[in-house]
């Protein structure tokens, strides 16, 4: 299925925005196609610059793909359950939380972005393992309904976004 034909009722309007950051390809391009993207500007960081913050109370370029990184692994956990059919309600996660007691400025940069790449790698195989049938699936996240494919193209639309804030707000890096 590509990112056009992705019904909208099977994600909340919340998420439009980053489904509307994705060319119109498969799932599966689109998970390749978003981490290649965010990848090319990661690596072009340089390490003395992984602690700017481009305004006061916004994230670091480290705390920033930390949360992508977080963002990856809760989704796909969502995307796991919806896909094999369970039906609990699945709560939101506070990304603020999440990233208030991550403890970035003592992770080497170096291994952040392996540890990006293995889990969307992961994710793009788990995603790849899927029937048509488990994607199509309807769960419930955070008090919406979410198919399964949805929560795969939100995980592309997301770090599609954040690829053009660093590009945009950070500004190393190419132009990716």
Not at 39 to 60: D, F, I, M, S
Not at 63 to 81: P, S
Not at 108 to 121: G, K, P, S, T
Not at 155 to 163: K, T
Request: glycine share 6%; net charge negative; hydrophobic share 40%.
């Amino acid at each position: 299925m590509r990112v056009s034909e992705l019904p909208a009722e099977e994600y909340n309007d919340y998420y439009a925005g980053y489904i509307d950051q994705i060319p119109d390809v498969s799932l599966r391009s689109a998970l390749d196609e978003s981490a290649a993207a965010l990848l090319e500007y990661l690596t072009h960081v340089p390490e003395n610059h992984v602690n700017y913050r481009y305004a006061p109370g916004k994230w670091t370029v480290k705390e920033c793909l930390q949360h992508i990184i977080d963002t990856e692994r809760v989704f796909a956990g969502r995307a796991l359950r919806i896909g094999r059919g369970d039906t609990a309600p699945l709560p939101g996660f506070d990304q603020n939380e999440f990233a208030s007691v991550a403890k970035v400025e003592d992770r080497r940069w170096l291994d952040m972005i392996e540890e990006f790449r293995v889990v969307r790698r992961s994710n793009t195989i788990l995603f790849k393992s899927l029937t048509e049938e488990d994607l199509a699936r309807i769960g419930h996240m955070s008090g919406n309904p979410a198919s399964c494919r949805a929560i795969g193209f939100i995980l592309c639309g997301h770090v599609f976004h954040h690829a053009k804030l660093y590009r945009e707000k950070y500004g190393f890096g190419t132009s990716a």
